[in-house]
RNA sequence: GGCGGGAUGUCCGAGUGGUUAAAGGAGACCGGCUGUAAACCGGUUGGCUAAGCCUACGCAGGUUCGAAUCCUGCUCCCGCCA
């Protein structure tokens, strides 16, 4: 009960799903020298968000522990297309894409782990193999037990195609493991199957098998799907201080305790009213990839913009020519907020675009270069140009 | 090698000769409400100086007054049997 090995493994252990074998992780622990940890990263999508970050505060626990973070950029399994959780066949990249989102991810994770304790490699290094050699790993598994893994079976059971470069994709992730030496691997529920296979291909190749860390997958801030970035629900870590304020403001409010478990470093505390602890994630969140500063401006920002409704303090400019002294409002909108001349007119009637606050109208499509010059035209609540007419011709 | 299924708007997915710019859903956007960009309610959702015009249902032709829908050829994808 006293063991130290003990309590840090439990410390360590509290907010993840599993942790095998049972016991493991103790025993490692008790060995008392620095731990290998593994992650295992395809840099498919170059921009870390929050979900990674789940995983990576885990690694920088183990950091801040002693040990040492192994980041596998999977430079070549990119290319294979890792099938977990996919219903389809993933899209393979040109190796130029690959070298770019490694290159991004990497410097992304140094926003939460230590760089000083970890160790980067590339996949390619040594998944450049000899054909030789892949016959030798494709021999460590049968295809029973790939198939084994339920989103395999899932398609197979729906009929759904299954490529072998997936069925090959465990292979190489578990060859990782035996080429770094890894004592432990993190990665989210999802990864569990890989994971564990790798303790096997380890076995095979004679070097002792990992340990499994499973972590609770991050929704996005739609609150239902996962986070990523097809689904267009992440919260990136170098998007601006406003946008993360903001986008974590709209994440529904019974999907908060599941970001305050595996983000924040207190639970959320349900007595207090939904608001405030939305704030508060917000806040800390924030403050955590752009600093306290940053962070107490957003919040003002977004007050201004949302409780106040009142137009940001900072607005950008945008320069339109008249013709005789009449500007097309469509063609401004299109121009100045990027969306298509249609969508302006028909935001129009719903009252969705303002001047200087005020709601335009429907038949309003061509203003006079005066009334535009200098004022503030708005789309939806969030979004504001102040307009300057040039060449006022006429 | 044989047999069968499929390709539709951002995505999923109806539609099998004409009120089809194409049902429905998701997403996104706008509005209302609100201590939240939550929830809830309502609306919009191809483009275009626009009562009209243009583009669109894998590609290329054809039939027809008229095609996403019928015919021919092609490309790509998938499953089953061997």
Known sequence: MTDPADETAHHLTRNAVEALPEGALERQLREGRPLRVKLGIDPTAPDIHLGHTVVLRKLREFQDLGHTVVLIIGDYTARVGDPSGRSVTRPMLSGEEVDANAETFQRQAFKVLDPGRTEVRRNSEWLAMAMEELFGLARTCTVAQILERDDFARRQEAREPISILELLYPLLQGYDSVKVGADVEIGGTDQKFNILLARDIQQTYGVPPQSVLTMPILPGVDGVQRMSKSARNY?????????????????????????????????????????????GMARGLTARLHGEDAARAAEEHFDRLHVQREAPEQIDEFAVQAENGIVHLPALLRDAFGISASEGRRLLPQGGVRLNGEPLEEGELDLPATRLDGAVVQVGKRRFRRILVLGNSG
């Open 235 to 279: 919260v990136g870590v170098t998007e601006p201080p406003d946008e993360v304020f903001g986008k974590l403001m709209r994440v529904p409010d019974g999907a908060m305790d599941t970001f305050y478990d595996l983000l924040l470093d207190e639970p959320l505390d349900t007595s207090r009213p939904a608001v405030e602890s939305k704030r």
